[in-house]
């Protein structure tokens, strides 16, 4: 099934879902359909959802959202940058909270 939905080579993100509760994210840079097949051979879930983007940068951003969103996951660290990229999390509370001191400021908040 994946290899019949899933071309080779594609960026993307992907949950893997265990009872019907999401239970493993992961991101492939390089090729989403080889990821899936491993997965596929450690029985970790019942099914998966996955998307496709067209930047490893895109992809980042994206695991990071699940990440953050869908906790408690097996995921116990965060998910690692790609390869010579540095994009910062947009999700971490560190960033939300640089985000939010450049907001501009009314005299009443
Ligand atoms: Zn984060």
Do not use: W
């Not at 991101?27 to 970790?44: F, K």
């Not at 540095?86 to 640089?98: E, G, K, L, N, Y």
């Amino acid at each position: 099934m994946v290899r019949a939905m899933i071309p080779g080579g594609l960026i993307g993100t992907y949950v893997i879902y265990r009872d019907r509760k999401p239970h493993y994210i992961g991101r492939s840079d390089t090729n989403l359909q080889r990821r899936l097949l491993e997965h596929c051979a450690t029985a970790r879930g019942n099914y998966f959802a996955y998307d496709i983007h067209t930047t490893r940068e895109q992809a980042f951003a994206a695991e990071c959202s699940l990440f953050h969103a869908l906790r408690p996951l097996t995921n116990i660290l965060h998910p690692d940058r790609p390869d010579h990229e540095h994009p910062q999390c947009p999700f971490c509370p560190d960033s939300i909270a640089a985000v939010l001191e450049n907001r501009l400021r009314t005299p009443n908040l």
